[in-house]
């Protein structure tokens, strides 16, 4: 606990609390440490979107407060969580992440950059894989499911070390096409309801669905903590759960799909802080 007190110290927070987010985002400002992480944002360079939205602007100011008080929001249970298992000696090499990484804040720089291009494996990683190829090949440890409790403490963690900077996705080189595809996928109209990712997040943002106002699907907050399921929820879990709304059939989190849209929807928040560990509903 001392530990996460010291590191949650680092990222005091300050706000002028307003009206509730209804048609439009709100006029707050939510600074960490002086950095403004979700104040309005030039969208990357050619995109659909005029300004850039934390999600986290178009909450109820009871949900906004319970992510500005660290001692009140309900994700650092998690980080905890994420604490005691970075600590934890797991495998048949007798190692904890602490053994090789002894303190978690030399990550600070990894949460902005995700997901990118991993040269040596030739694909695209997202933080989950460097996290179980660790497990697998420096613990000698079973994988984590890439949508567990074990798997969002950790990366809810590791998160927090980068809350306050600036999502900066690399989106040309050898990632160029997989962005491609996650673009087609956000604007591919898919289920029953024959709705794409763009109907909700770009076309209605701030509009009213079920006693709830549509953001416009940053993912900048995630690990999020939603109260509608009281844990931590992955960028994948929430992406399926999208897909379940609209009566479709989600692709598998961790798939090649579910990486390339999230590549492109973190790409279309560069520029916005990182929020992790967020609250939203």
């Known amino acids: 606990m001392k530990k996460l007190l010291s590191t949650v110290a680092c990222g005091i927070v300050a706000m002028t609390f307003g009206q509730a987010a209804f048609a439009d985002p709100d006029n707050n400002n939510l600074t960490v440490e002086g950095m403004a992480i979700s104040t309005d944002a030039k969208a990357m360079a050619g995109g659909p979107l005029d300004q850039l939205f934390s999600g986290w602007r178009f909450r109820a100011s009871e949900t906004q407060s319970l992510q500005m008080d660290d001692f009140d929001n309900p994700s650092f249970v998690f980080v905890e969580d994420g604490e005691a298992l970075y600590d934890k000696v797991d495998g048949s090499e007798g190692k904890a992440c602490s053994s090789c990484h002894e303190d978690v804040a030399e990550f600070k720089d990894l949460r902005p950059t995700l997901p990118r291009w991993n040269e040596a494996k030739g694909k695209l990683y997202s933080m989950e894989q460097y996290i179980n190829d660790c497990r ?46 996650g673009k087609e996928i956000y604007y591919t109209r898919v289920g029953q309801l024959d709705m794409s990712c763009a109907n909700c997040h770009e076309d209605n943002f701030g509009n009213m669905i079920r006693a709830d106002h549509l953001s416009q699907g940053q993912t900048n907050g995630f690990p999020t903590y939603r109260l509608k399921n009281a844990k931590m929820n992955s960028i994948h879990a929430r992406f399926k759960g999208c897909m379940k709304n609209i ?35």
């Not at 403490?153 to 595809?181: C, E, F, N, W, Y």
């Not at 973190?266 to 967020?278: K, M």
């Open 136 to 181: 697998v090949d420096r613990m000698g440890a079973e994988k984590w499911k890439w949508t567990g409790t074990n798997m969002t403490a950790m990366t809810s963690l590791i998160s927090l070390q980068s809350r306050g900077m600036p999502i900066s996705v690399a989106t040309d080189g050898p990632v160029a096409d997989i962005l491609s595809k």
């Open 247 to 281: 009566r479709a059939k989600p692709f598998k989190p961790g798939g090649a799909e579910f990486q390339a849209l999230e590549l492109y929807v973190a790409s279309r928040g560069n520029g916005l802080a990182v929020e992790s560990p967020s609250v939203r509903n």
